[in-house]
């Protein structure tokens, strides 16, 4: 059983790594992003924002909804660590706490 | 029941008494001077780093999570109660929910003035005296409440997994 996991996780590395070969190099300046996005807003953010740092731009503005939903996904997290791990029973002391009743 | 040689001594039940657990070691003098100097300064700074989101590099996530961990840095160099006495659970839950409904908030503001969900620029007359950066400071209101929601789910998480959710003791 071991073995059958091992090979599945290799199977499955090596799948993504054979789909990273087909990625644009880093930075390529003719990657489809390059080519297309990146001169758009490399050339409009100042007069349609008016805000020198791209990135938040980029962030807050144009990928509104997606930021939107990363702090919901935040807020989930939060709320999920609350739910699956607070515990309102009082701390066990004493004899209890050693040997724990089954 | 305790005994004690002199029966006229009154035993003032302090702080101490309070973590007479296995686990618990008192923390050091050095370690609590140095974290009580530099918590402030790691809380201005990530202010600062919100504040500043839109000009310089940083942002909401960023100085939310440097706020969570100076309040953190506050539960590992006293102790939890420490922190839980200032900061307690039902504020960091409001907190958590508050910073997502700022940001919505914001974006179902710009639809009621007329624009469509997360467009900043149709909030323009709400600050008559700065139209042109009108998208500036709707991201800057966003960025805010991304801050507040991430510091306060930091916080929650932390407390959560250090005491096991009893929120009494833990590291």
Redesign the interface.
Known sequence: MKFLGFVIVCLTGGLLLYGTMDLPDWGDPASPASTHLSDYYIEHIMEETRVPNLVTAVLADYRGYDTMFETAVVFCAGLACFLLLRDFRPKKTGISAIFPRV | MLHVKNPGTRIIPGNEFEHMDREWVPSDRIIKTVCRILIPFIQIYALYVVAH?????G???QGGVIFGSSLILMAISYNLKTLMKRVTEKFL?IF??T??LI??GL?VLAMIMGGR??D?SMLAPLVPWDP??I??L??LG??I??GI??M??MV??YV??VS??????GL
Do not use: K
Request: proline share 2%.
């Open positions: 989101g839109d000009f310089s590099p942002g909401g996530f839950s958590a929910a910073g997502v940001y919505v974006g969900f997360l900043y042109g950066h998208r500036a709707g991201m966003v960025e409440g991304v929601a991430v306060a789910v929650i998480i959560n997994i096991e959710g009893r929120h009494d003791e």
